[in-house]
């Protein structure tokens, strides 16, 4: 079957498979990666493994450090400001979808949550133009949402925003194509999405960053005491830590975020050239920002919506139905989607139209 769910999402074959093996003993230590202590020399291995060839993939420099959290990334939607403010006292947000939304409405709990600009107006199906947001030159950063998973749109670069930080949400494009880090001030995303299960939160922070929380912030939540701690300040999702070390070398092996990147654009631009080719099937996102990771479209006549996914999921196409919070149908084709995925989707959705018309 081809898995097209939103998160948590398919995983590369070629990684389920070594965790399969790997499962009852891993590499001859006589146990699997649950049942090893997080401060055993194996597991230490693995840890450092998994930081080095992320940072070897994202190509991230040397004055980032990379933590491994837990808590996803609507816990990151209250650290992001409790580490962040650094006694300032506002912080801009650019609104383009339900993910974004609910970190604005987090931020108000610790300052003045400034809405820069947002695509509210237009359903987010747009971006706001950059020459329209109403950036505050005192604000603390910058908070954007690279890919909105649910409205299926994306930055196709990240925003200048001057020399304040720039933060962003990107649980569901996080290392989906070539990235320049030294962009950003923070990076956060959860795993289950493009680089393994659920329960690993991954925090790029530049490192002049942190160390200056809001009085208050609990230990567990500030970056610095995380990073001192080698992300072990308490026991660690291991073995989400252990498969996603297993999905960054699999990038590494596919010829790194270059080659999936274009594999990524080549299987979106098939489905919304399908998409644009007819009217049984329609995307309403504004083509310079349609997601390359999740491509929602709804089908002309809605009484039709339960047939279609009741027939998808028997061609062996499940996890289609869109967010409730907008309905219809939603194709995500993370990473781990093979091409072959997104062709037999097509077909079922060609059959679909010509049997349904
Ligand atoms: N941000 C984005 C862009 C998401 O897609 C999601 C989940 O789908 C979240 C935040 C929430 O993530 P979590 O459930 O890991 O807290």
Known sequence: IFNFSAGPATLPL?????????????????????????????????????????????????????????????????????????????????VTGEWGKKAHKEMANHGRANLAATSEASKFTDIPDRAQWKLDPDAAFVHITSNETIHGVEFPDAPDVGSVPLVSDMSSSFASRPLDVSKYGLIYAGAQKNIGPAGLTVVIVRDDLIGQVTPGTF??????????????????????????????????????????????????????????SQDFYRNPVAKPVRSKMNVPFVLANTELDADFLKGAKAAGLPGLKGHRIVGGMRASIYNAMPEEGVAALISYMKEFARTHG
């Open 14 to 94: 070629p990684v389920l498979e070594q965790v399969q093996a790997e499962l009852l003993d891993w590499r001859g230590a006589g146990m699997g990666v649950m049942e090893m202590s997080h401060r055993d020399k194996e597991f230490m291995s693995i840890a450092a493994d998994c930081e080095r060839d992320m940072r070897e993939v994202l190509n991230i420099p040397a004055n980032y450090k990379v933590l491994f959290m837990q808590g996803g990334a609507t816990e990151q939607f209250a650290l992001v400001p409790q580490n962040l403010l650094r006694g300032k006292t506002s912080a801009d947000y650019i």
């Open 219 to 276: 230990n567990i939540h500030n970056y610095k005491s995380v990073f001192d701690n080698d992300s072990m300040l308490n026991t660690p999702p291991t073995f989400a830590w252990y498969v996603c070390g297993l999905v960054f070398k699999w990038i590494k092996d596919q010829g790194g975020l270059v080659a999936i990147g274009e594999r990524n654009a080549r299987k979106a631009a098939a489905l919304y050239d399908y998409l644009d």
